[in-house]
């Protein structure tokens, strides 16, 4: 149970760290980035948003493993403990 809430723990602290890491990372690079004034201000635009949903998105990817790689530790498990379980023909463990 301990570790079932460690793990909760662990995923939202994630979240928090890397989503203020995020956007400290739009606000401090992709927004004043500015390219050749060769190039218009729509592209530069364009090109800030495809680089802040490239970042949303590798987020969003990391902390999809990270959930997945818990829930099935935790489903493994409860699975070997369901084993033991009718291992000792019912009773608990002492």
Do not use: C, H
């Not at 928090?16 to 992709?30: R, S």
């Not at 009718?86 to 009773?91: A, C, H, R």
Request: proline residues 1%; without cysteine.
């Amino acid at each position: 149970m301990i570790r079932r809430i460690v793990d909760f723990i662990i995923i939202l602290l994630f979240v928090w760290a890397f989503m203020f890491a995020g956007l400290w990372v739009i606000a401090t690079i992709i927004v004043p980035l500015e390219l050749l004034e060769i190039v218009n201000s729509g592209l530069t635009s364009i090109i800030q948003v495809v680089l802040s949903a490239l970042l949303v998105l590798v987020w969003l990817q990391i902390w999809r493993w990270l959930a997945r790689s818990i829930f099935w530790r935790a489903i493994n498990a409860s699975t070997n403990t369901l084993k033991t379980y009718e291992k000792n023909g019912g009773k608990r463990k002492a």
